[in-house]
């Protein structure tokens, strides 16, 4: 059986025996690949330009490497998957030189990757994943691993391209009795090109005159996300009104949501404490009573 562990970033580092010594100096471990850059955009502009990877062993064993290409696309949290019938793929465009290679340690290597699309491609945006992959070697067990480094890339072709969005709702509890409060947001991308939320240009939820942003994350054409934020420090009590919007081609999509929050367990406990409050002045309002009572007994009583 063979097992493929795929690392989607620009750093896959196994340490073997020996990873750390007494000395506090780690030494290099055994397998360690770096690949930049982590991500290639290819905008109209550039498709005819020779697009270049950084490929470095970092361990101390050597690795034979070998480059191939890949259709994915994402699911609704993100996941990346490997489908050869992914829609919008670019897994045929690309010519990648040299395809295999050997690298001893503390060694680099440049990857050329020459894009070539069809005589009338589909306007938009088409994705395909480069998998730098170091084959298991041969072994006398019954599993091996392969392990990889996927890096995507994103080739826009010359035309119109369509940014348009769509917030397909914004979830949350209807009522809280405190803080964090959960929202949620699913982004439908229906446009061209994928779209990416980082930083500045992230999605927020705005909310009692504040602005919580959602995590960085990317939606690809054709899918969409769900994403989740907390905000962690509501009012005591408000009916609070919470609204996303996202802005494309076709405009601004937003949605609503609003949450009330109510600190019943505190007025809960307000209520225990006046409760226990009455009862005890009622206790002390009939103990002064029944000895206001005894005193005017005894006056009147001349025994």
């Given at each position: 059986m063979i097992v493929a562990s795929l690392v989607a970033g620009g750093v896959a580092p196994a340490a073997g025996p020996g990873a750390s010594e007494a000395s506090g100096t780690a030494p290099a471990p055994d397998f360690s690949l770096?690949?930049?850059?982590?991500?290639?955009?290819?905008?109209?502009?550039?498709?005819?330009?020779?697009?270049?990877?950084?490929?470095?062993?970092?361990?101390?064993?050597?690795?034979?490497?070998?480059?191939?290409?890949?259709?994915?696309?994402?699911?609704?949290?993100?996941?990346?998957?490997?489908?050869?019938?992914?829609?919008?793929?670019?897994?045929?465009?690309?010519?990648v030189s040299p395809a295999a290679f050997h690298l001893g340690p503390g060694e680099r290597r440049r990857v050329t990757v020459r894009v070539d699309p069809p005589a009338e491609p589909e306007n938009g945006e088409h994705q395909v994943a480069l998998l730098f992959t170091a084959p298991a070697g041969s072994g006398t067990g019954n599993i091996r691993l392969n392990r990889a480094i996927g890096t995507p890339i994103y080739v826009t072709v010359p035309g119109p391209i369509d940014t348009s969005v769509r917030v397909g709702g914004l979830r949350a509890a209807d009522f809280a009795i405190s803080g964090p409060v959960e929202f949620g947001a699913t982004v439908e991308n229906v446009g061209t090109v994928r779209r990416d939320f980082f930083g500045e240009e992230g999605l927020k939820v705005e909310v009692n005159g504040r602005e919580i942003p959602f995590p960085d994350f990317t939606v690809l054409r054709g899918t969409s996300r769900d994403v989740a934020v907390r905000w962690k420090d509501p009012p005591l009590m408000c009916v609070c009104h919470a609204k996303v919007s996202?802005?494309?081609?076709?405009?601004?999509?937003?949605?609503?949501?609003?949450?009330?929050?109510?600190?019943?367990?505190?007025?809960?406990?307000?209520?225990?404490?006046?409760?226990?409050?009455?009862?005890?002045?009622?206790?002390?309002?009939?103990?002064?009573?029944?000895?206001?009572?005894?005193?005017?007994?005894?006056?009147?009583?001349?025994d």
């Amino acid at each position: 059986m063979i097992v493929a562990s795929l690392v989607a970033g620009g750093v896959a580092p196994a340490a073997g025996p020996g990873a750390s010594e007494a000395s506090g100096t780690a030494p290099a471990p055994d397998f360690s690949l770096t690949v930049s850059p982590a991500r290639l955009v290819v905008r109209p502009g550039h498709i005819d330009d020779p697009q270049r990877f950084r490929v470095l062993n970092g361990g101390r064993s050597p690795i034979d490497i070998v480059v191939n290409r890949a259709s994915f696309t994402a699911d609704a949290d993100g996941k990346v998957i490997f489908d050869r019938d992914a829609p919008h793929s670019a897994a045929g465009w690309l010519q990648v030189s040299p395809a295999a290679f050997h690298l001893g340690p503390g060694e680099r290597r440049r990857v050329t990757v020459r894009v070539d699309p069809p005589a009338e491609p589909e306007n938009g945006e088409h994705q395909v994943a480069l998998l730098f992959t170091a084959p298991a070697g041969s072994g006398t067990g019954n599993i091996r691993l392969n392990r990889a480094i996927g890096t995507p890339i994103y080739v826009t072709v010359p035309g119109p391209i369509d940014t348009s969005v769509r917030v397909g709702g914004l979830r949350a509890a209807d009522f809280a009795i405190s803080g964090p409060v959960e929202f949620g947001a699913t982004v439908e991308n229906v446009g061209t090109v994928r779209r990416d939320f980082f930083g500045e240009e992230g999605l927020k939820v705005e909310v009692n005159g504040r602005e919580i942003p959602f995590p960085d994350f990317t939606v690809l054409r054709g899918t969409s996300r769900d994403v989740a934020v907390r905000w962690k420090d509501p009012p005591l009590m408000c009916v609070c009104h919470a609204k996303v919007s996202v802005t494309g081609s076709d405009g601004t999509s937003s949605r609503s949501a609003t949450v009330v929050v109510f600190p019943l367990h505190l007025f809960a406990m307000l209520l225990s404490v006046s409760g226990a409050l009455y009862l005890l002045a009622l206790w002390v309002r009939r103990r002064c009573q029944a000895h206001l009572l005894g005193i005017v007994r005894k006056a009147r009583d001349p025994d």
